[in-house]
């Protein structure tokens, strides 16, 4: 295994947004090749109970982008402008500017749970997101490299069940994320700026870094 590329994907699988290419189509096989890759990640249980929608009607994309816009673009303009640091504005912009592109971007993916997470303990709770959180990192590490974007947004998570019903998933079903899927323009993506893992790691006890003694 050459760990240099596998440390190149895993540090520079960033969050795109701005940089999605939104008149470059994309392929069905691209598309099941990464979820055949997520469906290696590791699920509670063995319950293989992952399920993904992927979405290229542009009349429902369309419908979703608005369900999107409506929860999210307010919020984000108050976010963008009022975050302390030009990281934090810079995320938050993307993330606005997200709503008013989320139509064109040619596939939509919403990768989901064939069970109802609502009202669970934490324990249930916990091993069902165990369960398709992997799954999807996995879709997205999958997708960088092939030359593919993407970012795991929740937004429309607000409005969950007008989702389904544009979409048919049934109240069993749980979504989980939404990822919005082009190529990238460009692939010179870098690592993002990060504390040094000695200031969050901490041994044995809460609350004392691995330098300290």
């Known amino acids: 295994m050459d760990i240099a590329t596998v440390d190149e994907l895993l540090s520079t699988t960033r969050a795109v947004r701005k940089r999605l290419d939104l008149d470059r189509p994309v392929g069905r096989e691209v598309i099941l090749e990464c979820i055949r890759l997520a469906m290696q990640a590791p699920t509670a249980s063995n319950a293989q109970d992952w399920r993904w929608l992927v979405i290229t009607d542009a009349d429902k994309r369309a419908a979703i982008a608005e369900i999107y816009r409506r929860v999210g673009a307010e919020y984000l303009a108050y976010a963008a402008k009022e975050a302390s640091d030009p990281q934090t504005q810079r ?34 709770a916990a091993s069902a997101w165990a369960s398709i959180i992997p799954a999807g990192w996995s879709f997205l590490l999958a997708l960088r490299s092939r030359g593919l974007g993407s970012v795991w947004t929740t937004m429309h998570l607000a409005r969950e ?52 003694r």
Not at 99 to 104: G, I, Q, W
């Open 161 to 212: 069940h007008e989702v389904a019903e544009l979409l048919g998933i049934p109240d069993s079903a749980t979504q989980a994320a939404l990822f919005p899927v082009a190529y990238t323009i460009g692939t010179d993506f870098r690592p993002a700026k990060r504390p040094p893992a000695e200031t969050i790691t901490y041994w044995d006890t809460w609350g004392h870094p691995v330098g300290e």
């Open 91 to 124: 995320v938050y912009a993307g993330a606005l500017a997200l709503t008013e592109t989320l139509a064109r971007v040619p596939v939509h993916v919403i990768p989901c749970l064939d069970n109802r997470i609502d009202n669970s303990n934490l324990l249930t």
